[in-house]
T-cell receptor, first 114, second 113 residues
Framework: AQSVSQHNHHVILSEAASLELGCNYSYGGTVNLFWYVQYPGQHLQLLLKYFSGDPLVKGIKGFEAEFIKSKFSFNLRKPSVQWSDTAEYFCAVLGSYNTDKLIFGTGTRLQVFP | DTGVSQNPRHKITKRGQNVTFRCDPISEHNRLYWYRQTLGQGPEFLTY????????KSRLLSDRFSAERPKGSFSTLEIQRTEQGDSAMYLCASSPWLSGELFFGEGSRLTVL
C-alpha cells in the first residue's frame, strides 16, 4: 500500500529563514506528487504538483519542490519565508494505476514569527 | 463563489444519532471525494465517485457510513448510529477527470457527545 511520511511535525522559523519540509513516499511505480497547504481557518489548497518532466517544480508564493526518485522524496522548499506562510503543509501521492485517490501525509505545522 | 460547498459546516449530535453531510462540487468536475481529518493527522480517504458511480471505498470505513451521488451532481455522506470516535472534520473535494488535483471544500465538523 502507498504511504507518505512527513517527518517534520512542527517547524518554527523566523521571517527570512529558509525552509525545507521533508516528504517521503513508499511506492515503486510511477507517481504523481503534490503539496497542499491549509492556512488558518481556510480550506486545503494546492501549492504545487509533479506529474512528469523536470523534477524541480515551482509552485505558488515562491515555493518549489524537488522530486528525487532514487530517494523516494519530494521535499518542499522556500528560500525566505514570510509570516503569511504560517500554515499546515501536507504532502500527497497519487501512485497506483487502478485508483485515483490521493494519500496524504500527516502534515507539518509551520509557524513563522516576524 | 463557484468552489466546493459543504453543509452543514458544524454538526453537534448525541451518540447514536444519524447525521448527513452534503457536498456540492464544482459543476464541471465529474470526480468527487470524501476524506476525514482528525487533529494532528492528514486527510484520510473515505470514498470517491466518478459521476454517480462509487468507484472505491476505504476498507477502514464501517458499514455505518454510506455515501451517494445521485445524478452525478451533489453528494451526501451519512453516518448512522454515531460514535464519539466519529468526531472529525469531513472534507469533500472534487476534481476534473484524471487531473489528480483536488479542490477542497471548507469541511463539515462533526462533534459527537
Amino acid at each position: 500500500a502507498q504511504s507518505v511520511s512527513q517527518h517534520n511535525h512542527h517547524v518554527i522559523l523566523s521571517e527570512a529563514a529558509s525552509l525545507e519540509l521533508g516528504c517521503n513516499y513508499s511506492y515503486g511505480g510511477t507517481v504523481n506528487l503534490f503539496w497542499y497547504v491549509q492556512y488558518p481557518g481556510q480550506h486545503l489548497q494546492l501549492l504545487l504538483k509533479y506529474f512528469s518532466g523536470d523534477p524541480l517544480v515551482k509552485g505558488i508564493k515562491g515555493f518549489e519542490a524537488e522530486f528525487i526518485k532514487s530517494k523516494f522524496s519530494f521535499n518542499l522548499r522556500k528560500p525566505s519565508v514570510q509570516w503569511s506562510d504560517t500554515a499546515e503543509y501536507f504532502c500527497a501521492v497519487l501512485g497506483s494505476y487502478n485508483t485515483d485517490k490521493l494519500i496524504f501525509g500527516t502534515g507539518t505545522r509551520l509557524q513563522v514569527f516576524p | 463563489d463557484t468552489g466546493v460547498s459543504q453543509n452543514p459546516r458544524h454538526k453537534i449530535t448525541k451518540r447514536g444519532q444519524n447525521v448527513t453531510f452534503r457536498c456540492d462540487p464544482i459543476s464541471e468536475h465529474n470526480r468527487l471525494y470524501w476524506y476525514r481529518q482528525t487533529l494532528g493527522q492528514g486527510p484520510e480517504f473515505l470514498t470517491y465517485f466518478q459521476n454517480e458511480a462509487q468507484l472505491e471505498k476505504s476498507r477502514l470505513l464501517s458499514d455505518r457510513f454510506s455515501a451517494e451521488r445521485p445524478k452525478g451532481s451533489f453528494s451526501t455522506l451519512e453516518i448512522q448510529r454515531t460514535e464519539q470516535g466519529d468526531s472529525a472534520m469531513y472534507l469533500c473535494a472534487s476534481s476534473p477527470w484524471l487531473s489528480g488535483e483536488l479542490f477542497f471544500g471548507e469541511g463539515s465538523r462533526l462533534t459527537v457527545l
